[in-house]
């Protein structure tokens, strides 16, 4: 089993920072990539952004120039810096982790989800 557990929500006024970060546990062998993904009130889930094993990100057009994806793959663990932060980036933000896990000589990939942690933006 492999757990995600994010940190770092809150409440934040418009123009405001927050960090959050999410660390990866359990039975991993390897991470090929971690991500963030944000889902607002009736909308639909978002990609915000991912970064590879290797380093390489891709950001969502509408956080670009604002967030920043960064990851530790000592700890297993993807952080996301959120700078000049508006009303309409306040959701649900779920990291994601693709997993290479299993037994030894039976691994496989399977991609896992946090539970998330809130951010609202707000004056």
């Known amino acids: 089993q492999v757990q995600l557990v994010e940190s770092g929500g809150g409440l934040v006024q418009p123009g405001g920072s927050l960090r959050l970060s999410c660390a990866a546990s359990?039975?991993?062998?390897?991470?090929?990539?971690m991500g963030w993904y944000r889902q607002a009130p009736g909308k639909q889930r978002e990609l915000v952004a991912t970064?590879?094993?290797?380093?390489?990100?891709k950001h969502n057009h509408s956080v670009k120039g604002r967030f920043t994806i960064s990851g530790d793959n000592a700890k297993n663990t993807v952080y996301l810096q959120m700078n000049s932060l508006k009303p309409e980036d306040t959701a649900v933000y779920l990291c994601?982790?693709?997993?290479?896990?299993?037994?030894?000589?039976?691994?496989?990939?399977?991609?896992?989800w946090g539970k998330g942690t809130l951010v609202t933006v707000s004056s």
């Open positions: 970064i590879t094993r290797s380093g390489s990100t």
């Open positions: 359990g039975s991993i062998v390897s991470i090929y990539n």
């Open positions: 994601y982790a693709e997993v290479l896990t299993g037994p030894l000589s039976s691994y496989y990939g399977m991609d896992y």
